[in-house]
C-alpha cells in the first residue's frame, strides 16, 4: 500500500515475481524485470522525479527495447503506456522536477550530464536515443535554455 497526497493505492510487489522469470515466456519475463524496478524504486513521488535523470532515460530504452522485441505481447499496451511516461518525465521532467527551472529557464545540469553520458555510451540505432539527440543538439544551439524554438520543437516533436 503506498500513499500519496492523501491518496492510499494498492501496490503490486512485482520483485516477488523474479524467481519465476525462467518458468514463463520471454515476453512475461521481460515484463517483470521491467515492472519490478518500478515496483522496487518507483520513478516519481508527489508530482517529483525520486530517481536520476539517468535512470529516467534507462528506463525508457528498457521499455522500447521491449516494445521492439515484444509487439505480439499481452503486455505491450502497459509497456508502451509507462514508455510514453517516461519519454514525457526525459523531455518534460514533472511539476516538482522540471526538465527547465521555473526561475531562469535553463535546463538542469544533472539532467544535461545525464543525457550527454547516454548519448556517448550508446550508439545504436534506438528512436528514443535518436530523439535524445536532436533534443540535445538543440539544447547545445540554444546553450541549455528553454526558446521559444525548444518549445516549439517539444511542442511538434515530443508532445504531451
Known amino acids: 500500500m503506498e500513499t500519496a497526497e492523501g491518496t492510499f493505492f494498492p501496490v503490486i510487489d512485482y520483485g516477488a515475481y523474479r524467481k519465476y522469470k525462467l518458468y514463463v515466456t520471454n515476453d512475461i519475463s521481460a ?3 521491467i515492472m519490478a524496478t518500478e515496483s522496487d524504486l518507483p520513478s516519481s513521488k508527489d508530482n517529483g522525479l525520486v530517481i536520476a535523470w539517468t535512470e529516467v532515460a534507462a528506463r525508457a530504452l528498457s521499455q522500447e527495447q521491449f516494445i521492439q ?3 505480439k505481447s499481452n503486455r505491450i499496451s502497459a509497456v508502451k503506456a509507462l514508455y510514453t511516461m517516461y519519454v514525457n518525465n526525459t523531455f518534460y521532467g514533472q511539476n516538482n522536477t522540471p526538465l527547465f527551472h521555473y526561475d531562469n529557464l535553463e535546463m538542469d545540469l544533472e539532467a544535461q550530464k545525464a543525457y550527454s553520458s547516454i548519448l556517448t555510451k550508446n550508439n545504436d540505432n534506438s528512436p528514443f536515443l535518436q530523439k535524445l539527440d536532436s533534443f540535445m543538439k538543440l ?9 521559444d524554438e525548444v518549445e516549439q520543437y517539444r511542442k511538434t516533436s515530443l508532445p504531451l
Request: proline share 7%.
Open 139 to 147: 539544447m547545445k544551439d540554444n546553450s541549455y535554455k528553454l526558446t
Open 69 to 71: 522485441n515484444h509487439p
Open 31 to 33: 515484463y517483470i524485470t
